[in-house]
């Protein structure tokens, strides 16, 4: 699943979930303004800009989990994208690092 543009592609057709879709609309924002084609290039070449990218969508959709429930299942649920964003995006950053941002960010 992946925004470009005003557009999210979702190759698989599998259902989205909820807060994967958030964390799209996040990066369909970032690219108001942009050529998609730019943005995509920056985000793929510019590590801080894609930290930055990151950091902001994948905080959004650890709130929008978080307010919806309990709070072990939100902290499990930070674990998890703090490992994936830890792991997939070749930030160079921990895991806890990531969590740290994206419970920080705001």
């Not at 964390?23 to 070449?45: F, S």
């Not at 989990?65 to 997939?88: E, G």
Request: hydrophobic share 35%.
């Amino acid at each position: 699943v992946f925004a470009y543009s005003d557009t999210i592609y979702n190759p698989t057709n599998k259902d989205i979930p909820e807060d994967v879709y958030e964390h799209e609309l996040v990066h369909q924002r970032q690219m108001q303004g942009w050529q998609p084609d730019a943005w995509w290039l920056k985000y793929c070449l510019d590590s801080e800009f894609r930290k930055q990218m990151e950091v902001e969508a994948f905080s959004v959709q650890y709130h929008f989990i978080k307010d919806r429930v309990p709070s072990k299942v939100a902290k499990l649920c930070l674990t998890d994208l703090s490992f994936n964003m830890s792991k997939w995006y070749n930030l160079g950053i921990s895991i806890s690092q990531c969590a740290t941002l994206i419970r920080k960010f705001k």
